[in-house]
């Protein structure tokens, strides 16, 4: 299996993913919709086992794997560990999980009880990744790399299937860029069905490798510091850097320079760029912390960039946090007040104002 991704493996994991990953909430968020300037469809990926998308790549990657018997070892940060445990519980493989010595003690915990043995090594997740190989190597299992198989993303790209299904056009689909897999699943599927949708991947200022390899066409090495631990990527993956070429799109050329933190645009073709945005400031509201993930805060910073358009994205809540587990996503502003949680979700999807074909509004 190599890191290749095809359309057709994209259709065929939308009816072998275990369900329960799959049709995830979406619907067009009004009030967050008003403040912004930008219909903005929201597509909520933790209302599953694990509270995250992963699951997605993970049941497809072991979907493929299928026959073989042979221990599994990666590196997680916290939810692709979920996620491989889960799959490799339900199939009755063997499965090891590194990660640093400082991950989230509760996605620790997590990954355990759904059956992996952790292994905590290293100072960060690519000291961990490290500390994977060499264990997979020297007892002869299959090293898993999130990033680097073709399975992955064709998992995670269900969800462009589910959006372009459920949603009008999208000007632009924000998309949070860790290892690669997502915005490269996503990307796959958006150019071959609705090629006129910007595919924007959104990194943080704290954690810039991926967009600084984008822009030097090979994978750059840099430091990473943001509080947003599943897309805290130091090393990147080349493979991924690779197809990400052809997956990421920029919203327009207009030929100004680029705001601090921004990457620039490739000259030629189409303008694309993949743009580090606001990590820890753009999850705060006055001086009052907001409950989003932290992979959703730049991509709700440049959500407010694009007004009078409509745009899509990924976002998850309720993501396990040191010392407790939030659950609220809260709304844009604290002054208008409204908020929508995990168990209000599951109860406004049935009920909320909808038309054949349309996403809904809530």
Request: contains cysteine.
């Amino acid at each position: 299996m190599d890191a290749s991704i095809s359309i057709d493996r994209i259709r065929e994991a939308t009816g072998v993913i275990d369900p329960v990953f799959l049709r995830s909430p979406q619907y067009v968020w009004e009030p967050l919709s008003d403040q912004l300037g930008v219909t903005t469809v929201l597509k909520v990926e933790s209302i599953n086992p694990i509270r995250s998308f992963k699951g997605r790549g993970t049941d497809f990657l072991l979907h493929r794997l299928a026959g073989d018997r042979t221990g599994i070892v990666c590196a997680s940060a916290g939810n692709f560990g979920q996620g491989m445990a889960y799959a490799c519980r339900k199939r009755g493989r063997p499965l090891t999980v590194f990660a640093a010595r400082g991950a989230n003690r509760m996605k620790v915990d997590r990954m355990r009880a759904l059956g992996a043995r952790v292994e905590l090594q290293g100072d960060d997740f690519d000291e961990a990744k490290d500390a994977a190989k060499r264990h997979a190597a020297e007892n002869g299992e299959l090293y898993v790399e999130d990033g680097r198989l073709g399975a992955i993303a064709e998992g995670a790209g269900t969800i462009a299937v589910e959006l372009m299904q459920d949603s009008a056009p999208l000007d632009a689909v924000f998309v949070p860029l860790g290892n690669g897999s997502l915005v490269n699943g996503i990307g796959t599927w958006l150019k071959q069905v609705s090629p006129t949708t910007r595919v924007i991947a959104v990194c943080a200022d704290t954690a810039p490798s991926m967009a600084l390899s984008w822009r030097a066409h090979r994978p750059v090495v840099a430091p990473s510091s943001s509080i947003a631990d599943g897309i805290a990527v130091r090393v990147p993956v080349p493979e991924a850097v690779d197809i990400m070429a052809s997956t990421v799109d920029a919203p327009a050329g207009r030929g100004r320079r680029p705001r601090r933190g921004a990457v620039g645009r490739r000259r030629g073709r189409r303008d694309r760029e993949v743009r580090p945005r606001l990590d820890r400031e753009a999850c705060r509201d006055g001086d009052d912390r907001r409950q989003h993930d932290g992979a959703a805060a730049p991509r709700l910073a440049l959500l407010n960039r694009r007004r009078g358009r409509r745009a899509g994205g990924t976002l998850e809540v309720g993501q396990i946090v040191e010392g407790r587990q939030r659950t609220v996503l809260r709304e844009d502003v604290r002054r208008r007040g409204t908020q929508v949680g995990l168990d209000q979700a599951r109860k406004l999807s049935p009920q909320v104002e909808r038309q054949p074909g349309a996403t809904p509004r809530v």
